[in-house]
């Protein structure tokens, strides 16, 4: 199929006009990722100050203000800022995104990027993290991809790139940031930034949600390069998604798999 040609900005600002759907229907986090973050940083998120950038609705910040600390949630996009207020009235949320962070210097214990780095410029925003951290504050970045180990999920990963041609968006579905069917090896834009004090300390937490067949297919077609694609388009691959998985799940009751891959660097 024949893709419109797309930027990061227009990937990144298209999930405005689906922040709802978004908010519903990407997957969380488990609380063996915060207790990872948390090992790796060397303190806990309780009483700490914490600043999410990119926050989007929430999905990630919530469970670190549920763990007591105080977080300031950083957002640009206007859709998503605005169901970011509506669901999590009790956290602050400050426009701005993480080349130009609207917040004070040394200000911080905890800079996290929860499916969110990506969307930056590391010559900008590496210097910003340096600016805003504490002397020992930690840089947390992670990405949450479904395990292409199980064969349904690597299927349909080859599925969603086919659909969008080797060139396509379907790189930033099936391998891209919170990513439907593929690897996080799969795309380039997915580095951990250079030249930090400590270098990075990685480590992978597996988990698994089980969803009705229909919201993992709403879970699909919020992802940027079905929302820039268009209605049609997305409900053509939708449909013979459907066809092909209703033999697999047949009390319509989807388990998917994920790895997240989470990263901290101690500045």
Do not use: C
Request: glycine share 12%; hydrophobic share 40%.
């Amino acid at each position: 199929m024949t893709t419109p040609r797309t930027t990061p900005r227009s990937r990144a600002r298209s999930f405005d006009s689906a922040a709802a759907l978004y908010g519903r229907h990407r997957p969380g986090y488990p609380e063996a990722l915060y207790d990872t973050v948390e090992e790796l940083a060397g303190r806990r998120f309780a009483g700490a100050r914490v600043a999410d950038v990119g926050a989007g609705t929430g999905i990630g910040t919530a469970p670190m203000h549920a763990r007591g600390a105080e977080v300031v949630a950083v957002e640009p996009g206007d859709g998503m800022a605005a169901e970011f207020r509506r669901s999590r009235p009790g956290i602050p949320l400050v426009r701005g995104d993480g080349d130009r962070l609207p917040l004070a210097g040394a200000a911080f214990d905890f800079l996290t990027y929860a499916q969110a780095w990506h969307w930056t410029d590391p010559a900008r925003s590496v210097p910003e993290a340096r600016r805003v951290l504490k002397r020992g504050g930690a840089l947390a970045i992670w990405w949450n991809d479904l395990d292409e180990s199980a064969g349904w999920v690597a299927a349909q990963g080859e599925r969603i790139r086919a659909f969008f041609g080797a060139d396509g968006a379907g790189g930033a579905v099936a391998g891209g940031a919170g990513a439907v069917g593929g690897s996080a090896e799969a795309l380039g834009f997915r580095t951990l930034p250079r030249g930090l004090d400590s270098g990075f300390a990685t480590r992978t937490v597996p988990w698994s949600r089980r969803i009705p067949l229909e919201a993992h297919l709403a879970n699909l077609s919020s992802h940027s390069a079905f929302l820039l694609l268009g209605e049609a388009g997305t409900r053509e691959f939708l449909d013979s998604e459907r066809e092909r998985l209703n033999p697999l799940f047949p009390d319509g009751t989807v388990e998917e798999p994920y790895v997240v891959s989470v990263s901290v660097a101690v500045l």
